[in-house]
């Protein structure tokens, strides 16, 4: 009976103490990768090996290991997420890589997105542009409408569950070329347009929203595409187009 040959690996990783230091790559070798392991499985054996050796492990964020979270955002080999379309590192497998192949693992690049150490970024500035949203009102006053008797058409129904289907992993900022986190905070704003319960505080959110985008440092839209094709969970462009609809109307009313 033959057993399955695992990869050999050239790892190229990015390490970096902090924001403040100078960081660099540096190289490791992992042998007997199985195709069947996941990326992070595969980065947990490199750091087991570091540990074993008496070196500092990789720092790398993860936490639902299932495509929910987006903690787990690398750039590998140039493209946000790696070599595999619709899915988070988490889910990306080692079946995707060839035996002797280099790979390269860098964490995401924006200014907004500053490193706390080697693959770890800081993303509490997608946090901040959330909180500037708010919330919907809910009437509490005794007299409530129960949220299944308000009617919604199904197909804006299905824009905004396809709109809050972004888990704010960053991969549209990361590889976008202006660092625009345009399509993260349309689908914020999309997700609350298009249905009745948003419609409230809709011109304040999205005036509020934009302005905070701006103040973290992202970067503006060009229309490249990139952060559609990136995008693990597929968010549209129409979100960002329906962001600057609802802007302009906003602003316009604001006077």
Known sequence: MSTKKGLNLTLKIWRQKNNKSKGQFETYKLSDVSTDSSFLEMLDMLNEQLV???SEPVAFDH???????GMCSLYINGRPHGP???ITTC??????FKDGETITIEPWRSAAFPIIKDLVVDRSAFDRVMAAGGF??????GRTTDANNILVPKPEADKAMDAAACIGCGACVATCKNGSAMLFVGAKVSQYALLPQGQVEAKRRVLSMVAAMDEEGFGNCSN???CEVECPKGIS???IARMNREYMSAFVDRG
């Open 52 to 54: 074993n050796n008496g």
């Open 63 to 69: 936490d639902c290991r299932e495509g929910i979270c």
């Open 84 to 86: 595999d379309t619709g």
């Open 91 to 96: 889910q990306l497998h080692m079946r995707m």
């Open 136 to 141: 919907i009102s809910v009437n509490t006053s």
């Open 224 to 226: 490249t595409g990139a």
């Open 237 to 239: 462009l129409e979100n």
